[in-house]
T-cell receptor, first 112, second 112 residues
Framework: DAGITQSPRYKITETGRQVTLMCHQT?????MFWYRQDLGHGLRLIYY???????DKGEVPDGYVVSRSKTENFPLTLESATRSQTSVYFC???????????FGQGTRLTVV | LAKTTQPISMDSYEGQEVNITCSHN???????ITWYQQFPSQGPRFIIQ???TKVTNEVASLFIPADRKSSTLSLPRVSLSDTAVYYC?????????????FGSGTRLQVQP
């Protein structure tokens, strides 16, 4: 199916564990983004990527790692999860020079 | 980065026109103004984008004065389903990060 999909939709993990959130888009968009949204707040940019093998930090990158070996995938890894990383994570993609970005359905992550 | 300022919240009634103003005093020459809508538990969705004057689509209108230091999103005859958070973004359409930096948004509550 065409679009942008995130997996898993829900995840509970323990403090200190490594967890990876997946994001896949089928449009071959150049740009991809990861955001976190804490309850009742706006979206904060974690990392973004302008193309395969090109990534850059956003507003809140500490504690997260990204990679982009293929244009269509942009996984986000929490190296050692902390309770403060409990949040809803959104992935987005946008074509270069395009008007709009498309967002995934989100991953609700709970760190206990 | 051009900072945006929006009202935190607004209330309206069904059938009314709602105008949400966004201030962006430091907007750059290459920047576009984009509005997104977010429903609870969903990723943001593109509404409209403009550079100057007025843009209208099937969902909303966007008014941008000549100095481009502010913009107004106009939602005609709102319904209960328009209850959402609305984000104003300012950035260069050609680059990724600046075009997708979210502020706190405006929470619109539509009453019956």
């Amino acid at each position: 199916d065409a679009g942008i999909t995130q997996s898993p939709r829900y995840k509970i993990t323990e403090t200190g564990r490594q967890v990876t959130l997946m994001c896949h888009q089928t449009w071959s968009h150049s740009y991809m983004f990861w955001y976190r949204q804490d309850l009742g707040h706006g979206l904060r940019l974690i990392y973004y990527s302008a193309a395969a093998d090109i990534t850059d930090k956003g507003e809140v990158p500490d504690g997260y790692v990204v990679s982009r070996s293929k244009t269509e995938n942009f996984p986000l890894t929490l190296e050692s999860a902390t309770r403060s990383q409990t949040s809803v994570y959104f992935c987005a993609s946008k074509g270069r020079g395009a008007t709009e970005a498309f967002f995934g359905q989100g991953t609700r992550l709970t760190v206990v | 980065l051009a900072k945006t300022t929006q009202p935190i919240s607004m209330d309206s009634y069904e059938g009314q026109e709602v105008n949400i103003t966004c201030s962006h005093n430091n907007i750059a020459t290459n920047d576009y103004i984009t509005w997104y809508q977010q429903f609870p538990s969903q990723g943001p969705r593109f509404i409209i984008q403009g550079y100057k004057t007025k843009v209208t689509n099937e969902v909303a209108s966007l008014f941008i004065p000549a100095d481009r230091k502010s913009s107004t999103l106009s939602l005609p005859r709102v319904s209960l389903s328009d209850t959402a958070v609305y984000y104003c973004l300012v950035g260069d359409r050609g680059t990724g990060r600046r075009a997708l930096t979210f502020g706190s948004g405006t929470r619109l509550q539509v009453q019956p």
